[in-house]
């Protein structure tokens, strides 16, 4: 649907736009689309960035805390 967009469709959206919110409002309009896009644009980086592994063990690896309970756990039984 969007491809089939062309010039003269933008320029009856542009007059359609100019009709309902007047001229003098349009600066006002782009302004805070703008805002928006960053806003929205810094929002999207920050989750990509949060979904990133942290820096710590694997989780196939085991704790050097866990290591020594376990050692001493196998070394205090009796066979």
Known sequence: MLRDL????????????????????LPGLAKSVGQSMKIFKSEIKSTD???????????????????????ATKSSTRP
């Open 49 to 71: 960035e949060s979904q990133k592994p942290a820096d710590g063990p694997q989780l196939n690896e085991t704790s050097p805390e866990v290591r020594a309970q376990t050692d």
């Open 6 to 25: 062309t010039g003269w469709h933008a320029l009856i959206l542009l007059v359609i736009i100019v009709l309902i919110f007047g001229a003098s409002k």
